[in-house]
């Protein structure tokens, strides 16, 4: 069977990745002051994060059109696809899922759609093992996407809690962390749910902090480093865990400037990672 592999732009999955694979991506709106911008497209992930402090209104974000998933099934199976397998970001937080479904319906059960309860790489991670599965077939690939997901730990430290307090997609008990003075929080993305896991007042102890949470649980199978238009504390970060836990890490890291849509809900200068357990 011939699977095509469509997904969305909150997966993170690097432009050579998405080619190495021929996934289908299918990108969010971005809206700045009233003006729409396709994610990954019309505004660079450097500029926006360069301006975002300085917006006066809060950037919103829109799923993707039920006929622009349509569009993309019809052109996997018009190249020979037998079944399409088109895994999004968590439905608990993105209508991105429910709106796939809708457009699914139209394909006599050709389309198969999985909620990923993740985000950027957490998404991610479980799109590549599906893609590396599906010469195998469906159920290889829905295995595959069921190990990873078991095995998948997603974690950020906030810089400010003003972001997330605005786009109201939080829970009550992370967003009242904003009411305590310079509070960087830290949080886990589980199932659709983000939780916070700690709180800590600087920079210097929040990397700290992230270092001990990916450390726990043993050796790494993949690994992704993610920010916020903040490069420099991603690097600083890679090199401390480097030092600290080479032996343990995979040889390949994925350092990614998470992707705007995300971004404008999380706030600029953010750290997170999503990795997966050996």
């Known amino acids: 069977m011939k699977l095509g592999i469509v997904t969305d732009s909150t997966c993170d999955i690097p432009k050579y990745i998405v080619e190495q694979y021929e996934l289908e991506v299918v990108p969010s709106i971005l809206i700045i002051d009233g003006k729409e911008y396709v994610d990954g497209k019309d505004i660079s992930r450097e500029e926006f994060y360069k301006r975002l402090p300085s ?28 079944h399409i397998l088109s895994i999004h970001a968590a439905g608990a937080l993105t ?22 309860t993740s985000l950027s790489l957490g998404l991610g991670f479980q799109v590549l093992a599906a893609a590396e599965a599906a010469e195998m077939g469906l159920q290889a690939a829905l295995d595959a996407v069921k190990s990873t997901h078991k095995r998948l ?99 390949d890291i994925l350092m990614v400037n998470v992707t705007t849509v995300i971004g404008t809900h999380v706030g600029p200068n953010g750290l997170g990672f999503a990795a997966v357990r050996k």
């Open 55 to 82: 917006l006066r209104t809060q950037p919103t974000t829109a799923s993707p059109s039920i006929g622009d998933f349509s569009a993309r099934y019809e052109t996997l199976l018009a190249r020979g696809c037998e």
């Open 95 to 116: 209508s991105i899922l429910n709106i796939a479904r809708q457009a699914a319906k139209d394909f006599s059960n050709r389309v198969t759609c999985v909620d990923s």
């Open 153 to 251: 730990h997603v974690s950020a430290a906030l810089d400010t809690m003003e972001y997330v307090k605005r786009s109201g997609r939080i829970p009550a008990t992370v967003a009242m962390l904003g009411g305590l003075l310079s509070i960087k929080p830290l949080v886990e993305l589980t199932n659709g749910e983000v939780k916070a896991i700690a709180a800590v007042r600087t920079t210097r102890q929040a990397n700290k902090r992230m270092l001990k949470f990916l450390l726990e649980g043993g050796e790494l199978e993949k690994l992704a480093i993610l920010h916020t238009g903040a490069e420099p504390r991603a690097k600083e970060f890679l090199n401390q865990l480097m030092q600290t836990a080479s032996q343990s890490v995979p040889r």
